[in-house]
């Protein structure tokens, strides 16, 4: 089985922490000697900490930058429109 040990920091995993948790994104972002932070994106941004020998249910797929650019647009997206929103509902 995978281990948080097996993440790369700075790449985006699709991951399931056990096998009854939904799907996850998350990006490995400093480790140290025993343990890992990770960034979760789902759904929206969380920082938090494993061990490094705690297991992963299952790695679902490595996620490349051009698949990250994607989804950062979808989010992106959303911000500017619900800044706009802002903008016109204040007058």
């Known amino acids: 089985m995978a281990t948080y040990a097996d ?6 995993y699709l991951i399931k922490d056990s096998q009854a948790d939904e799907i996850e994104l998350v990006c490995a972002i400093f480790e140290t000697e025993k343990c890992v932070l990770l960034r979760s994106f789902t759904p929206e941004p ?19 930058d051009e698949k990250i650019s994607e989804f950062e647009s ?12 802002d903008i016109y509902s204040e007058e």
Do not use: H, P, Q, R
């Open 7 to 12: 993440l790369t920091l700075d790449t985006y």
């Open 46 to 64: 969380e920082d938090f900490w494993k061990m490094k020998s705690d297991v992963i249910a299952e790695i679902i797929e490595e996620v490349d």
């Open 74 to 85: 979808i989010y992106d997206d959303d911000l500017e429109a619900e800044f706009d929103d």
